[in-house]
């Protein structure tokens, strides 16, 4: 439903962090930390986890924005109010913070598990 070219985008970017290796991968957190050795199966284990936590969030989005439009339809009475744009504004960022937070922890993932790795350079 959400498949596009920026989805697609913040895929390639999650997996750029990981540059081959020999037979494995070095994990750069956003692309600058120092690097750590990991196995092709990690690597895509955590490949596959960003993009199911990408998947659930963006559907997570979708269907609150769908309610969010519900309520305000059945709940403010008149559209042109500020107190609708208010209703409407605060419920966006009611639904995008907890997705932006969601977004920040998966993409921190690989980082938060291999943490106690040793790196093996810059």
């Given amino acids: 439903m959400f498949e596009n070219s920026y989805l697609e985008r913040v895929r390639q970017l999650f997996a750029a ?3 081959a290796d020999g037979q494995g991968f070095l994990y750069r957190c956003n692309m600058k930390a120092a690097p750590i050795r990991v196995t092709a199966s990690e690597r895509d284990g955590f490949i596959a986890g960003f993009n199911r ?4 969030g963006m559907w997570a989005v979708f269907l609150g924005t769908l309610l969010l439009i519900g309520m305000v339809v059945l709940l403010v009475p008149d559209p042109d109010s500020p107190s609708a744009d ?3 504004y605060g419920g966006l960022a009611a639904i995008m913070m907890p997705f932006l ?3 920040h922890w998966a993409w921190k993932a690989p980082a938060r598990q291999l943490k106690t790795r040793a ?4």
Avoid at 53 to 56: A, E, F, I, K, Q
Avoid at 119 to 122: E, K, L, S, V
């Fill in 17 to 19: 962090q990981f540059e």
């Fill in 53 to 56: 936590h990408l998947r659930y």
């Fill in 86 to 88: 208010i209703a409407l």
């Fill in 101 to 103: 937070l969601a977004y």
């Fill in 119 to 122: 790196a093996i350079g810059q």
